[in-house]
């Protein structure tokens, strides 16, 4: 039973992995003096793990008592990072064909994929895709679906949307990790797909899948890859998807601060494309509305977001709704007392307004 819960435990955090990280689109490389010191650091460190693991027989267990089992030290490798070499790739492929464990050959996928580049440094892109795409199609479930969520954010090909849709079919994925994936897609798709991908999800029309969609065109680089017609329709989308707080007027949920602050910035990006209106301009016409709920104005002005408008205001007028907008956040936030949160962050809020970066 313990050996069951930790395989499970294993899993869950790959997945977590998986979803938290987009497409391996990086710049990082070995040697690359714009790199951090500290994250070069950890790449050599990786490094050393993964030739002392390959050296000692694909074994790092009870080596200086690090790891329990195998897959601790791959996960271990895998959360230093390695340096983007064909070398890697060949001994991360040698080590998939000989590794006969379930939750070893799961941690090795996703390393696998940790390698691919936008730019394919390693000059092994292919044949990263080509393992992840031969496991999909394996008959241990949890190893298939760990390749094909690797691999659906390894880049748009040509079978995405296929594969994903083939494991929704199957039950190997739910409704809502399909969506997701899917959203996932849709910023990296030519355009002559991107309409398809929007179907999709407008059909299923999950909220996980509208956060990750709005998560991915906050940067206006994003947006301009866009379909022209896309973004009109995206633009209708994210109006009628704007998320909310709890009906309880007193709760405070910093994920439902983040959805709210992610959505806004999306929108008003998105908006400033088609419009050629100012940042701040579409910010003030948004949060001025007499009828939003102040917890909105909290969680925008007291993200990175919000002080990025706090520290460029443009006119006494802004200056001015700025005002009114802290006003508002800490009159509603007195009239809870017992929120410790939003009292916190209101008074953060006044903080950043007093000393403001110009």
Known sequence: MNSILRYKRILSALLVLISTNSFALTHQANGDPQLPQKRQQQMNEGQRLLDQYRSNKNSLIGIKNLFSNNTEAIMAIHAKGLPRTARNVETIRNLLASSSKTEEKIALLRL???LYTYDNQSNSNHLIAQDLRHHIHSNEKDISVAA?????????FSDSAELLKRAYN?????????????????PYAPASDQHKLFTIL???????????LASSFTQTSRIKKLDSSLKKILRLHFEKNQPNFSVAI????????SRYTTWLQASTMLEIDM??????ELIFKHLNNPNIDPRKIIAFLSATEGKYLIDHLQNAKQKEDLKVLN????????????????????????SNMESPVR
């Open 112 to 114: 696998s994929g940790s």
């Open 148 to 156: 094909l969520l690797t691999f659906s954010r390894l880049d748009y």
């Open 170 to 186: 199957k039950k190997m994925i739910d409704v809502t990790g399909y969506l997701g994936e899917i959203a996932h897609l849709l």
């Open 202 to 212: 407008s059909a299923g029309n999950k909220n996980y899948a509208n956060e990750i």
């Open 250 to 257: 007193g709760e405070y949920g910093i994920s439902d601060s």
């Open 275 to 280: 419009t050629g209106k100012t940042y701040q």
């Open 327 to 350: 006003e508002r956040a800490q009159l509603y936030s007195k009239q809870l007392p017992q929120n410790t949160i939003m009292r916190d962050l209101v008074q953060q809020i006044s």
